[in-house]
């Protein structure tokens, strides 16, 4: 295989934790008085920084709003949100295959890294992982940012970054990707990308699933 790495997003790509966000995202809107959304559109609440997500889903714009809802959102968060997420098939046996030929695993995420880490945990995953690194409250998320703090947490010299493949499942991914120079993999089973043509789509592979995923690696 020829990447020393691979870099997971978490939310629609290792784990479908729609449920659980939704649900939470739901509680704050209610209790800051915000209208709740149509549902069919809250499958954008997954993946882009928390901010951002009740400006797109909501509509909120108003700063000090947001930042109540992100505060909201971050006290209504629950191991029973975590709970109500599933790993994406396939990834409980390549991980660990991955893992046994000395390939380095990380997670890059927009999601607050003690979230993160509290979802590797309840899933039995944190030891897998060399790198678990996300948001955290005292920065402004940027993909690119997590994803070079990631590669220093596997020990990888950014000048190697070519050897890693970051998969994801939206724009943030690939961009941040493509800023830092690693390898992409678009994991289209997710949310990010519903509703764009798979044309629109830059990277070096596109995988409907984890067994896809697999194959692409076994054959690269």
Not at 46 to 69: Q, S, T
Request: charged content about 25%.
């Amino acid at each position: 295989m020829r990447y020393r790495a691979l870099l997971l997003d978490m939310d629609g790509t290792l784990i479908d934790s729609s449920g659980g966000i939704i649900a939470c995202a739901k509680e704050a809107m209610e209790e800051l008085g915000i209208p709740i959304p149509p549902e069919d559109t809250f499958h954008r609440f997954i993946g882009p920084p928390l901010k951002e997500c009740f400006r797109i889903v909501a509509g909120v714009e108003d700063e000090a709003l947001l930042d109540r809802a992100v505060a909201s959102y971050k006290a209504h968060f629950r191991d029973e949100h975590i709970a109500a997420g599933r790993l994406y098939p396939g990834w409980e046996t390549l991980l660990p295959a991955l893992k046994a030929q000395g390939v380095k695993l990380g997670v890059a995420t927009l999601k607050f890294v003690g979230f993160a880490r509290k979802t590797t945990d309840h899933f039995g995953l944190t030891p897998l992982f060399d790198a678990i690194c996300g948001s955290v409250p005292e920065k402004t998320p940027s993909k690119e940012g997590i994803i070079r703090e990631a590669l220093a947490e596997m020990g990888i010299d950014e000048a190697d970054a070519d050897k890693v493949l970051m998969v994801g499942d939206s724009p943030y991914d690939e961009e941040g990707a493509a800023a830092v120079g690693c390898r992409f993999a678009a994991a289209t089973y997710g949310f990010g990308y519903l509703g764009m043509e798979e044309s629109q789509i830059e990277a070096d592979a596109l995988v409907h699933s984890v067994a896809e995923l697999a194959d692409y690696l076994q054959n690269s």
